[in-house]
């Protein structure tokens, strides 16, 4: 009897290795055999007959894919928290389970936000440049050098407001913010869920907006946490820096082509805001030396990093290995996307 065909589009650590390979003797497992992404032909011409995948979120998984796979397709288990890389609707169409991993870094990504905003307020890129060019001898120093904006008594907002931008309000609280807003797909409405019953318990006000208008004026700090949909495609725009405060901040740890990014650029060269912080950035991986953000001294650029931690990287190979099997055998997957 012919094996159940499985193919993973990376090779992964360790701990999730074993589980998979422990399953080598009823699974036929394909494998890229690499830590780069596997190419796009590669996965077409291996996909045939596979009731199973594991891919990264830089593998496209669209009709082509799953015409090529064939209708014994049964699950697409993904390493991420985001899924826009798949299509959604041709999965429901066919029937096909989709697993991903929202939990596991939620406290990564979290913690790397606290990061961002200190170093777009306080100016870290911008101080680091200089000593590493050099030029920390020709700073005398003077009651405003390098100043900037603090986070104690701010008012920060919430582009979307799930579990990772309430685990940064959790993070945030301690260093005495003034108040929360956040804004959902459901504008003017309390969140669906206080994951960490801060919304209930808080000791601030934490407030649905009404607008992303309202939370442009309002927020000292804006947090780029929701999901990418046509709506929310520069969703963040020039009509929106035009709305927010000289000495505010904005910070993008969900997806590059929320924020327009020659907006983005306008709005920093016209000190239209204080400052930007970036996990992520429209057409990301391919920004170039050249790429007129960087040449922003008050905008930090890190390359999605928001999950690398190596904890949370062996929990997300660990969930995706296990989605995976799950959908084979159709268990209860660990988590797994509502289609």
């Not at 001898?137 to 104690?152: D, E, N, S, V």
């Amino acid at each position: 009897m012919a094996k159940t065909k499985v193919v993973v589009t990376r090779q992964l650590i360790d701990e999730a290795q074993q589980i998979l390979d422990e399953k080598k003797g009823e699974l036929e497992i394909v494998q890229w055999q690499s830590e780069k992404p596997c190419e796009r032909s590669w996965l077409l011409e291996n996909a045939k007959g596979a009731t199973g995948i594991l891919v990264m979120l830089s593998d496209k998984v669209d009709e082509k894919l799953l015409e090529a796979a064939g209708s014994q397709l049964k699950v697409i288990a993904s390493f991420s928290v985001g899924t826009d890389h798949v299509d959604r609707d041709a999965l429901k169409s066919r029937n096909i389970r989709l697993g991903y991993t929202p939990t596991c870094l939620t406290d990564a990504v979290a913690d790397l936000t606290i990061m961002l905003i200190l170093m777009a307020q306080r100016r870290g890129g911008e101080s680091i440049a200089k000593v590493i060019n050099g030029e920390w001898p020709q700073m005398p120093w003077h009651p405003l050098l390098m100043t900037g904006p603090q986070i104690g008594g701010s008012t920060v907002g919430f582009l979307g407001f799930g579990r990772i931008a309430q685990a940064t309000l959790k993070r945030l609280l301690p260093f005495g913010i003034k108040k929360a807003i956040y804004l959902t797909s459901r504008p003017g409405q309390p969140a669906k869920e206080d994951h960490f019953g801060l919304v209930k318990q808080a000791t601030i006000p934490v407030e649905p907006a009404t607008s992303a208008d309202q939370l442009a004026k309002e927020s000292d700090v804006v947090i780029v946490g929701c999901a990418l949909t046509p709506s929310t495609k520069h969703l963040v725009s020039t009509d929106f820096f035009g709305k927010m405060k000289k000495l505010a901040v904005i910070v993008n740890i969900a997806r590059g082509p929320i924020i327009d990014t020659d907006a983005l650029v306008k709005a920093l060269d016209e000190e239209q805001i204080f400052g930007a912080a970036l996990d992520v950035i429209e057409n990301e991986p391919n920004i170039q030396a050249n790429h007129p953000i960087l040449k922003q001294p008050r905008c930090v650029l890190v390359p999605h990093i928001g999950s690398a931690t190596i904890e949370t990287r062996e929990q997300m190979a660990t969930e995706s290995v296990k989605n995976l099997l799950a959908g084979l055998n159709g268990d209860a997957m660990v988590n797994e996307v509502e289609l």
